[in-house]
């Protein structure tokens, strides 16, 4: 599995044994990730404009645009404002602060309507982008060339 349309053809085959697209999603992006593939799909990667902290990264393979957001570990403070003791139990890495970050079917997203959006964070950035505006970013972007990266 080393060039676009060898992934595609991998995930195409992934989608249609499964009937849980969200996962299917999910173990793409690790998968890819663990292969170091990631860069030959990428169409678009966002950053933090304070120190370059990388936020997402948005890939396609076959028909489906995926973004992954950046694990986050969130300062104390922000932590205990914005979260509440259950979800940091249930969801975080570390059962206090660390959150994992998100893998996105980004099409799929977008049909919720046009506010639907995901978070982008690090030390520096709490953003939300849009699953339309990240579509529109990624239109006719060929995999493995994504050009310069949005700062936020
Ligand atoms: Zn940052």
Same mark, same amino acid.
């Given at each position: 599995m080393s060039t676009e349309d060898d992934i595609g053809a991998w995930w195409a085959e992934l989608e249609a044994s499964t009937t849980d697209r969200d996962s299917a999603i999910h173990n793409a992006y690790q998968q890819l990730d663990n292969a170091g593939l990631v860069s030959k799909v990428v169409v678009h990667r966002y950053r933090c404009r %304070? %120190?370059?902290?990388?936020l997402a990264t948005v890939i396609r393979v076959g028909d489906a645009v995926i973004a992954r957001t950046r694990d986050n570990k969130l300062s104390p403070g922000l932590n205990l404002d914005r979260t509440v003791p259950a979800a940091r139990i249930k969801n975080t890495l570390d059962g206090r602060r660390h959150w994992p970050g998100h893998t996105f079917d980004v099409a799929k997203l977008a049909e919720w309507g046009p506010a639907a959006g995901m978070g982008m964070e690090c030390h520096h950035v709490l953003g939300t982008v849009l699953a339309v505006d990240v579509l529109a970013t990624v239109d006719g972007v060929r995999p493995g060339h994504p050009g310069e990266p949005t700062k936020l």
């Open positions: %304070r %120190r370059g902290c990388e």
